[in-house]
């Protein structure tokens, strides 16, 4: 069963596969008439202008719901629009052969139809990145329940400078699903996500940086470790560091897929700033290994988490040093200006303005030691002005301020994973990792 849940859905022979069985129907469909009641000329002439129809109304359907009405708060790439138009003219074949056919070839105009559309799936899929293998789209995973045995990081802990492996250190970090209570927000949250590098699953760990990282909207606290590959990335950092890497909390700041709390505290959407502010560390410095003392704490996050995790670590210095910022907005939003400020901060339009990450930077500058990484996908043309605009508002604001810019992608996971992978590495360096190491 396992094996099942782990084949590659992105990449390799099931992705060739279905692709070649996809092309196969359609040349079948459109080769074949659908009974001795259709002459070839007639079927051919049938076939032709149902694609072309069906292509049109797939072209219509892209450009009504993300050009007009702006329902994914994205722009959807080329290649999504492609694959849709391409089903769609697929799918206009296939009902053209229901139209007097024989029983047989009504039942495989059925299965090719349901073909098209899990390969117009697959191909979405695979320029998204969303779901690496069969159970992740299942919504599978094998992520551990609680928290590992952990031994206590105490005064004599060792510090990341003088740290040795010791034998038997795992070669890979775990994760694990934990319950963060919202004792002080009331915020209410599904469970968070773990990751422990090796270093910190010894008998005698050392105290370890924390970076807290949050997916987008829709999404769920899994996401930016596994379908972003922000675990691999860790375990290849800790691979080439003695078993050292950041210990990285990822906390529900949505509540649920469907809903946006912009990362501040609302009667409409919860205390999702007190949450993380304040709930979250709590229980990090309880439960885990992590340095303690100011510094060497970091937020992160995915287009919407990118957005709360600029707002929270501009205008929480005291408890961050770090922001990574993926494809995050200019400022928190439920679509619309209008709309978010009446809905998500009722009517208050001076709230809406505080609460822009360059706002916040400009009320709380000069930053002393903060490191400020922003990334987005080159083809994303409707976040990098934005990402643009934050980079320089971060610079003029005193941070250390990096900015990435990933070829070939767009508001997608592969831009997310490039951008992790490189943030994470130019946040562990400005922490210490490569260099004296820390000792707090």
Known sequence: ????????????????????????????????????????????????????????????????????????????????????????????????????????????????????????????????????????????????????????????????????????????????????????????????????????????????????????????????LLTDHLRDHLDAYSAAHRGLAPIVVSPDQLGSPGTNPLCIDSARAGNSATYLTVDVPRWIRAHLPVTLAAGSWGVGGLSQGGTCASQLGAEHPELFDAILDASGQLHPSLGPDEKTIAEGFGGDAGAFAAAAPSAIMAAHAPYADTIAVFGVGAQDNRFRPGIRTLVSDARAAGMETHYIEVPDTAHDSHAWSAILSRGLVLIADHWGFDHQGLDR
């Open 1 to 224: 069963m396992n094996v099942l849940l782990d084949v590659d859905i992105t990449d390799g022979p099931v992705v060739v596969l279905v692709y070649l069985l996809a092309a196969a129907s359609f040349v079948t469909l459109v080769a074949r008439r659908p009974s001795a009641r259709w002459r070839r000329r007639p079927w051919l002439a049938t076939a032709t202008i149902s694609t072309l129809l069906g292509g049109m109304i797939g072209w219509g359907l892209t450009w009504l719901l993300s050009d007009r009405l702006d329902l994914f708060d994205a722009d959807l790439t080329p290649v999504v629009r492609g694959w849709v138009i391409a089903c769609s003219g697929a799918l206009g074949v296939a009902l053209a052969s229901l139209w007097r056919p024989t029983w047989p070839r009504a039942i495989s105009s059925a299965a090719a139809a349901a073909l098209f559309v899990g390969t117009a799936a697959m191909g979405v899929n695979i320029d998204f990145g969303q779901y690496p293998t069969i159970g992740s789209a299942l919504g599978i995973t094998s992520i551990d329940e609680g928290l590992p045995p952990l031994a206590t990081a105490g005064e004599d802990a060792p510090s990341i400078a003088s740290w040795q492996e010791p034998e038997g250190m795992p070669e890979r970090g775990r994760l694990a699903s934990v319950e963060i209570p919202a004792t002080v927000s009331g915020f209410v949250a599904r469970p968070a996500v773990v990751y422990l590098p090796p270093a910190a699953l010894v008998r005698h760990p050392p105290r370890l940086p924390v970076l807290i990282v949050m997916s987008g909207q829709p999404g769920s606290p899994s996401d930016p």
